[in-house]
Nanobody, 133 residues
Framework: QVQLVESGGGLVEPGGSLRLSCATS????????IGWFRQAPGKEREGVAC????????CYADSVKGRFIISKDNAKNTAYLEMNNMKPEDTAIYYC??????????????????????????WGQGTQVTVSS
């Protein structure tokens, strides 16, 4: 059974950092793409970042480029989203998702540069991130 479990969310001040983790099971992470998405209250879901089977294949939404870093550790079956210089507009529930077609999942992107949710079949339950002083 495919499972993804996010952790690492919480409250952080503007300018601060957080690292989210996405623990996976039920599939071989090495052959999958991972996407991070977020949804703020009253807003549509936004694709934040993605990483393909090859860790050199990544994508980022324009809103997080230069501040967020996506990575994965295949040996630990875990993906990460490092968030730096955080802003109040980063406040949202963050979800990780897995795609079994990693090439397609990383090539097809939103106009803003982030991943497209429909390319990802398996989803976690989400973790809340709040950026506030």
């Amino acid at each position: 059974q495919v499972q993804l479990v996010e952790s690492g969310g919480g409250l952080v001040e503007p300018g601060g950092s957080l690292r989210l983790s996405c623990a996976t099971s039920g599939f071989t992470l090495e052959y999958y793409a991972i996407g991070w998405f977020r949804q703020a209250p009253g807003k549509e879901r936004e694709g934040v970042a993605c990483i393909g089977a090859s860790e050199s294949s990544t994508c980022y939404a324009d809103s997080v480029k230069g501040r967020f870093i996506i990575s994965k550790d295949n040996a630990k079956n875990t993906a990460y989203l490092e968030m730096n210089n955080m802003k109040p507009e980063d406040t949202a529930i963050y979800y990780c998702a897995a795609a079994s077609s990693p090439v397609m999942a990383t090539m097809i992107r939103e106009a803003t540069g982030g991943p497209v949710a429909t390319q990802y079949k398996h989803w976690g339950q989400g973790t809340q991130v709040t950026v506030s002083s």
